[in-house]
């Protein structure tokens, strides 16, 4: 072999990852600077009404947001669902709530397995990198890199009752924020200045009082399932702070206001 060729061979393999990763930049820029079009519009606004309470321009970052998410992600049914881009849309604008105000993506998430409804996987719940929720059945599981596995009836569900404080995509794509740390524990990749003292005070402060009341069998604003380990308790506070924030800011404020920092938003504050 030449040794001309040998040389140019890794230079032909750099151009082509160099040319590579500026193509798909600028098409990351594109897609995040695209709206959606006015028959998604309608359909998010429809199955996730919450979106209509962010503000105008957070708008127009969450759909730049669903676009990229959406191409990003294969959708893939089981046990017979067929997807839609209905439910694709429902799913990504819910899930791209949590990162429409922040630098955090959702890197590792290739694929979202949907099933009808309650689903078994056969797979233990203590499995390394397995986040379950069995409140009712298994209606969904985060795995660390992905995939995410749902539900759709409880998917759709989460998404059309914005204050029910119930959601289960927010709930796995908390999960997959947690997990960017390398490892799922209730504690993120804190914001840029984010004290990990007062954090874990907050965390730990609003955790010990929600354990001891679902021991005492009193209601909790934050779901009782939020008990089980600190990981869910981050979970449930993050579909709490989402769908009941005055709530969450009156009864824990000093965690509602690490979740506000966490994620640039206060949705207490939105109209």
């Not at 046990?79 to 955090?104: F, H, K, W, Y």
């Not at 009808?116 to 209606?139: K, M, N, Q």
Request: aromatic letters at 8%.
């Amino acid at each position: 072999m030449s040794p001309w060729l040998i040389l140019a061979i890794p230079l032909l393999i750099a151009v082509f990852f160099i040319t590579r990763a500026i193509t798909m930049k600028r098409k990351r820029k594109a897609l995040l600077a695209a709206p959606l079009t006015p028959q998604q519009r309608h359909i998010v606004e429809q199955l996730v009404p919450l979106v209509t309470l962010l503000p105008k321009d957070l708008r127009a970052a969450h759909e730049g947001k669903i676009n990229l998410f959406l191409d990003q992600v294969t959708f893939r049914g089981k046990n017979g669902i067929e997807v839609t881009d209905m439910m694709r849309l429902s799913i990504a604008a819910q899930a791209c709530l949590l990162i429409v105000n922040s630098p955090m993506w959702y890197d590792t998430i290739r694929n979202v397995l949907l099933y009808p409804s309650v689903f078994e996987t056969g797979r233990g719940s203590h499995e390394e990198g397995l986040i379950h929720d069995h409140r009712h059945g298994t209606l969904g599981e985060s795995w660390d890199r992905g995939p995410v596995i749902l539900s759709w009836d409880h998917a759709l569900e989460g998404g059309l009752r914005a204050h029910d404080g119930e959601n289960v995509v927010i709930h796995e794509f908390a999960h997959q924020l947690d997990s960017l740390s390398g490892h799922t524990n209730g504690i993120p990749i804190l914001r840029k200045g984010q004290a990990y003292s007062r954090w874990e005070k907050a965390m730990l402060d609003a955790y010990h009082d929600h354990l001891s009341r679902v021991e005492r069998g009193e209601h909790t604003l934050i779901d009782h399932y939020g008990a089980t380990n600190h990981q869910e308790f981050f979970a449930e506070g993050i579909v709490t702070f989402f769908e009941r924030p005055h709530d969450l800011r009156r009864e824990e404020p000093a965690l509602y206001a690490q979740f506000a920092q966490l994620l640039a938003l206060d949705p207490a504050s939105w109209s």
